[in-house]
């Protein structure tokens, strides 16, 4: 555990190193780094036969990928001006300038394989991002896959290349859960949603209101839905765990503690009624 812990502090210092640029912070918003990914990263590589450096400059390239795609996500689509614009145009030129980071990184190495493995994987993530955005997916499966694919493209690409299926199927119904799970939760706590809303267009396509003019009735089952999904997601990730050969204690207190925070279906649409 010891070790995964000074590997994660190792790589989060480094990209912190890169991201958290003085000008830029002035205008926009710190980038977060995504904790469970960095772990799960980490993990995965740790079991890698490559050398520290190695495992390190992976770990790095790719989150600096995930913090580039997480930073655009930010950006609206809304008419702005004056400060706020400027805050946009930032944010994207961040993003942009996240991206390029992990280009040098590695270029530098040399290693043309990793570049066309995880360019294949923001391609894939930007897909299937334009899909859910501008409602391409014809039904409530093709969307979950969308966001299974998003959240989980990057981390499927490394463990193709070093030959690890387990950690693809553990990593993306995690992720996954994860994600349903937060916006399950903004959605009972604000009654708003991105993914709830999408889910809406999907369920109830004649339906003009907004989501947050739904009938109790309509509500719950929109919950209903995505019960099912993080259900489906917690079986996943129980098999995932017995399949991943050397799951570390750090790594498996982690996927424990996302699993306890899944609320009986009964208890999620009691507190939407």
């Known amino acids: 555990m010891q070790d995964i812990?000074?590997?994660?502090?190792?790589?989060?210092?480094?990209?912190?190193?890169?991201?958290?640029?003085?000008?830029?912070?002035?205008?926009?918003?710190?980038?977060?780094?995504?904790?469970?990914?960095?772990?799960?990263?980490?993990?995965m590589l740790n079991e890698a036969e490559l050398t520290q450096k190695q495992k390190n400059d992976y770990s790095v390239t790719a989150m600096l990928i995930q913090v580039a795609l997480d930073t655009h996500e930010q950006v609206s689509n809304t008419q702005i001006a004056g400060e706020m614009q400027k805050n946009r145009q930032l944010t994207v030129l961040a993003g942009i300038y996240y991206s390029s980071l992990y280009y040098k990184i590695l270029s530098e190495s040399k290693d043309i394989g990793m570049i066309r493995l995880l360019s294949d994987g923001i391609k894939e993530v930007n897909e299937h991002k334009i899909s859910v955005y501008q409602h391409e997916t014809e039904n409530v499966e093709g969307l979950m896959e969308s966001v299974r694919l998003i959240e989980s493209s990057l981390f499927s690409k490394i463990a193709e290349c070093f030959n690890k299926p387990a950690w693809t199927e553990l990593s993306s119904h995690l992720l996954l859960m994860k994600r349903l799970m937060e916006e399950r939760g903004r959605y009972l706590d604000q009654g708003t949603s991105f993914l709830f809303e999408r889910l809406k267009r999907l369920v109830f396509?004649?339906?003009?209101?907004?989501?947050?003019?739904?009938?109790?009735?309509?509500?719950?089952?929109?919950?209903?839905?995505?019960?099912?999904?993080?259900?489906?997601?917690?079986?996943?990730?129980?098999?995932?765990?017995?399949?991943?050969?050397?799951?570390?204690?750090?790594?498996?207190?982690?996927?424990?503690?996302?699993?306890?925070?899944?609320?009986?279906?009964?208890?999620?649409?009691?507190?939407?009624?």
């Not at 790589?11 to 000008?23: A, D, S």
């Not at 098999?239 to 279906?265: C, T, Y």
Request: hydrophobic letters at 40%; aromatic letters at 6%.
């Open 205 to 273: 396509p004649k339906k003009e209101q907004e989501l947050a003019d739904l009938s109790a009735e309509q509500k719950r089952y929109l919950l209903l839905i995505a019960n099912r999904y993080i259900d489906h997601s917690k079986d996943m990730i129980d098999k995932g765990m017995k399949a991943v050969p050397f799951l570390n204690s750090l790594l498996e207190e982690r996927i424990h503690s996302i699993l306890d925070q899944h609320q009986p279906m009964t208890k999620s649409i009691a507190e939407e009624g």
């Open 5 to 43: 812990k000074i590997n994660m502090e190792y790589v989060r210092k480094q990209i912190e190193g890169k991201v958290l640029h003085p000008y830029l912070l002035k205008y926009i918003d710190e980038p977060v780094i995504d904790q469970d990914k960095l772990l799960l990263l980490v993990s």
